[in-house]
């Protein structure tokens, strides 16, 4: 009976701490996603940095931020990931047509299709809605940066070059 309750109280724990999830871009591709105290590693973005972007259609300072974003994606392909999470509800339409329109170069998910993912990061940090907001996550899969706000590009290249290694 003790080993029984010790098993149960090992996957609850398991359970409530850890989380496998997914996301879908608006491309249609489905990322793996395990998330577990202060590691976020996704499917596909192992050895790279990766900018988690929070960010609006209707932001003027998620907009603001965009250009960096897209030139420091085009700047280090093999180091980094931006990928862009649209979360004033808009659908992957609107979504793409947004992307195109302003030259996006990195993925974007529709917050319809990764809700897990976003409430994950919500519970397990200070995020309380305001964007643009930044989840920095090193090449080894730990979040090291939650920051709201438009951030100047060189200080996003200091992330990358700092959390690369």
């Known amino acids: 009976m003790k080993k029984f309750i010790i098993l149960l109280m090992t996957l609850l724990t398991t359970l409530l701490y850890a989380q496998d999830m ?38 003027p300072a998620c907009t603001e931020i965009m250009p960096s974003l897209i ?22 339409d609107p979504i793409n047509e947004y992307k195109e329109k302003n030259g996006i170069n990195y993925t974007a998910f529709s917050n319809y299709d990764i809700g897990l993912v976003v409430r994950y990061i919500a519970d397990n940090s200070d995020w309380q809605g305001a964007i643009p907001f930044l989840v920095v996550i090193d090449a080894q899969g730990k979040v090291q940066i939650l920051r709201r706000g438009v951030i100047p590009e060189e200080i996003l290249e200091e992330y990358i070059e700092k959390y690369s290694k």
């Open 22 to 59: 997914e996301m879908t871009d608006t491309n249609g591709t489905t990322y793996k996603v395990y998330a577990k105290d202060d590691q976020f590693e996704i499917e596909g973005m192992e050895g790279k940095v990766v900018f988690l972007e929070f960010f609006g259609l209707q932001c």
């Open 71 to 92: 030139k420091l994606q085009e700047k280090y392909p093999k180091k980094l990931k931006v990928l862009a999470i649209e979360v004033q509800n808009n659908d992957i």
